[in-house]
Nanobody
Framework: QVQLVESGGGLVQAGDSLRLSCAAS?????MGWFRQAPGKEREFVAA???????LYADSVKGRFTISRDNGKNTVYLQMNSLVPEDTAVYYC???????????????WGQGTQVTVSS
């Protein structure tokens, strides 16, 4: 069982930046971020596989950057130019498939709140 621990959430103003981190108890092929806003379904944000290939949701392209440190089994999400619509609980995910759907990921973190005020 892979354990994931997120950190880095918080309250920021529109236009600010924030970096999320997720430390895994062991290495996995794919790691990603999803988010869930109140009253909405969980949605894909970004994913990265061990070789470095990345996937992004259209809503965050050009603003968010996913990266990983394989030596530390850690994935990061650098979020720039934040807008109120980015407000959500952000979940780290990991698994053996490089995908954009939640069902393709096997392990999940507890989530970290990101709130962007206008």
């Amino acid at each position: 069982q892979v354990q994931l621990v997120e950190s880095g959430g918080g309250l920021v103003q529109a236009g600010d930046s924030l970096r999320l981190s997720c430390a895994a108890s062991e290495r996995t092929f794919s790691m990603g971020w999803f988010r869930q806003a109140p009253g909405k379904e969980r949605e894909f944000v970004a994913a990265i596989r061990s070789g470095g290939s990345t996937l992004y949701a259209d809503s965050v392209k050009g603003r968010f950057t996913i990266s990983r440190d394989n030596g530390k089994n850690t994935v990061y999400l650098q979020m720039n130019s934040l807008v109120p619509e980015d407000t959500a609980v952000y979940y780290c995910a990991a698994g053996g498939l490089f995908a954009t759907t939640a069902q393709r990921f096997d392990y999940w973190g507890q989530g970290t709140q990101v709130t962007v005020s206008s």
